[in-house]
T-cell receptor, first 120, second 110 residues
């Protein structure tokens, strides 16, 4: 079984609908992230969470919200979907082990399979 | 200026050749650097990470970092058609907030 799973894998919805994308992980990692990927723009960070009680905005959080229900679960919601939110969405996780003695983060991020969202 | 810049390609190389992928970054305080491979429609997969100036080798892959020039590269030796993918450079700005380049598409022809 995959360590990081995302549901649904594909979703087509209409403008104004509320959508929730879910991410679950069995890696035991504390840190979880939501990214979106658009052609020509690369991966951009939407929200991230370093533990259950910690939620932080990324560079493009407007129009999105998140919920960290447990260490293993991190959900992304689009309260009122709009067409320019059509994109490929990835969840990622990382631990906080890094390199021993490093004064900066060296954690590797592991990505889920992605959710392709289309807003009509 | 983008924080992380990559040539979008495609970079075309014949099978068996060395593919050289390049990335520049703007934040001099960046400390950790990553190369991810992404096949079309799939999720990014870590290929290499590098933290110190110089070269780091792992099998057919070599990552090179030059912090003074704010430049990181990935060399793929003995390129195979299965290496055809988009390669994403990512830079850690701190607190594990990765900034990704837009990727370089690599095509390896048999």
């Amino acid at each position: 079984d995959a360590d990081v799973t995302q549901t649904p894998r594909n979703r087509i919805t209409k403008t104004g609908k509320r959508i929730m994308l879910e991410c679950s992980q069995t890696k035991g990692h504390d840190r979880m992230y939501w990214y979106r990927q658009d052609p020509g723009l690369g991966l951009r960070l939407i929200y991230y969470s370093f533990d259950v009680k910690d939620i932080n905005k990324g560079e493009i959080s407007d129009g999105y919200s998140v919920s960290r229900q447990a260490q293993a679960k991190f959900s992304l919601s689009l309260e009122s979907a709009i067409p320019n939110q059509t994109a490929l969405y990835f969840c990622a996780t990382s631990d906080n082990l890094g390199l021993a003695g490093a004064t900066y983060s060296t954690d590797t991020q592991y990505f889920g399979p992605g959710t392709r969202l289309t807003v009509l | 200026q983008k924080e992380v810049e990559q040539n979008s390609g495609p970079l075309s190389v014949p099978e068996g050749a060395i593919a050289s992928l390049n990335c520049t970054y703007s934040d001099r305080g960046s400390q950790s650097f990553f190369w991810y491979r992404q096949y079309s429609g799939k999720s990014p997969e870590l290929i290499m990470s590098i933290y110190s100036n110089g070269d780091k080798e792992d099998g057919r892959f070599t990552a090179q970092l030059n912090k003074a020039s704010q430049y990181v590269s990935l060399l793929i030796r003995d390129s195979q058609p299965s290496d055809s993918a988009t390669y994403l450079c990512a830079v850690n700005r701190g607190f594990q907030k990765l900034v990704f380049g837009t990727g370089t598409r690599l095509l390896v022809s048999p």
